[in-house]
């Protein structure tokens, strides 16, 4: 197998998005328009026939260029009409042109080589919202019914809205600093997939108490930048919100992805709604603390 390698201005996007919507394990972050608006410059490996394609991220420092993980993006790695298999997937990390790379691979890369994994939490919502329900763990109920009590109501956002409301109650730290990012992509998402799928939660005075941005690729809703102000918080109104997802979107052939964390009190959250437990492979190398 030989692997080429393209730099940004040399690929083709018409024939790499073909490929892409193809893949049947095609995710949100691999798709071109969103690679160009969190890592302009990244760049691509595929083999010689275009049957597997690999986005890789670049970043240059001290002159030394490596792979990163963009902000907002989960999963890379190895896209193709099949899932590539042990072989090829060595294939492509053994022809990887830079020396340092940090890359979290999709859930459906064969796991044998790797030794680092991380989690992510998904819920197919093929079945009836009633079934779908009966797994939700006791204190998700709990936390539902208290959120009932407090005539709590869902509704669309518009970005500006939504960039607001992340700039006066996010406590995470990349939302802080990335403001301008957030905003790309959800004005990207628009154009290119049709929709903002930004949802809010207004409390019974019509305040802004929580807010989601759920973009939808290929049947995979994500629940891609939750937040939640401190009323919120103490009326569940984000577990309210990712309720009305699953009850809006239940029997479809749909996943809802929560994006997974390493934090053990935000797992258990996503965990409460019966959702399952997906690793993740990844690749680290590092230099010098660079990555």
């Not at 597997?52 to 490596?66: D, E, H, R, S, V």
């Not at 079934?131 to 109920?141: A, E, G, H, Q």
């Not at 309720?243 to 934090?263: P, R, T, V, W």
Request: glycine content about 4%; proline content about 4%.
């Amino acid at each position: 197998m030989k692997i080429l390698h393209f730099k940004n201005k040399n690929i083709d996007r018409s024939i790499y998005d073909k490929i892409l919507s193809e893949s049947p394990y095609g995710n949100l972050y691999s798709c071109s328009w969103y690679l160009d608006v969190v890592n302009p410059g990244w760049e691509l490996l595929a083999d010689e026939t275009f049957n597997f394609l690999m986005p890789i991220a670049t970043k240059q420092k001290i002159g030394i260029k490596y792979i990163i993980q963009p902000y907002f993006t989960q999963q890379l790695g190895i896209f193709g009409k099949v899932i590539p298999d042990n072989e090829t997937t060595n294939f492509f990390i053994s022809s990887i042109p830079y020396k340092r790379y940090y890359i979290q691979f999709n859930e459906t890369t064969p796991k044998e080589n790797f030794t680092i994994f991380r989690k992510n939490y998904i819920l197919n919502l093929e079945n009836s919202y009633e079934t779908l329900r009966k797994s939700y763990r006791n204190n998700c109920k709990r936390n539902l019914k208290k959120a009932a009590s407090n005539n709590l109501l869902v509704k669309s956002l518009s970005v500006n809205e939504f960039i607001n409301f992340v700039k006066a109650n996010s406590e995470v730290k990349i939302l802080k600093q990335k403001f301008e990012l957030l905003q790309k992509i959800i004005e990207a998402v628009e154009v290119n997939l049709g929709e903002n799928f930004l949802k809010a939660v207004l409390d019974k005075e019509s305040n802004i108490v929580a807010a989601g941005f759920f973009p939808e690729y290929k049947n995979r809703i994500y629940n891609l930048i939750p937040v939640s102000s401190k009323k919120g918080k103490e009326t569940n109104a984000m577990t309210f919100l990712l309720n009305h997802i699953i009850f809006e979107n239940s029997s479809q052939a749909k996943i809802l992805d929560f994006e997974g964390s390493e934090i053990p009190s935000i797992a258990r959250f996503f965990a409460s709604f019966g959702s399952i437990t997906v690793n993740f492979p990844v690749i680290n190398k590092k230099l010098f603390g660079i990555l």
